[in-house]
């Protein structure tokens, strides 16, 4: 089986990068691969509790529908301190790590994607 890591940088709602992240990995997932997310600098609000844009779509449900498809999700520890959020702030699920994190998933990786 083919497994990719998406590594999302951006906000979920300063631009569509982290929606079209997310849909990349649930079309993969319902494809049959295997789905690594990794978050980092402001991606990290993807799994930030609470979401409720009007305007938008939710990212944060988004991200539930790939966990439940089975993606797993990495969060970095660093860029959360560094934006004032707390690991309980983070949805049930995402695992805060280091980029020892991410390069272990990219070694066991089939390809990487940085959005």
């Known amino acids: 089986m083919k497994r ?4 999302i940088s951006s906000g979920p709602y300063t631009h569509e990068r982290s929606y079209t992240a997310l ?4 079309t993969s997932l319902v494809e049959g691969m295997e789905v690594n997310l990794f978050l980092v600098e402001d991606g990290v609000f ?4 609470g979401q409720g844009p009007t305007e938008y779509a939710n990212a944060l449900e988004w991200l539930q529908g ?8 990495r969060v970095c520890g660093v860029c959360i ?5 707390k690991q309980e702030e983070l949805i049930e699920g995402a695992e805060v790590t280091t980029m020892e994190g991410l390069t272990d998933w990219i070694q066991e990786s ?6």
């Open 23 to 26: 849909r990349l990995a649930l």
């Open 81 to 85: 301190k560094g934006r004032g959020i």
């Open 46 to 49: 993807v799994a930030h509790k």
């Open 110 to 115: 089939d390809q990487t994607i940085w959005i």
């Open 66 to 73: 790939a966990m439940s498809e089975g993606a797993k999700v």
């Open 4 to 7: 990719i890591t998406v590594v």
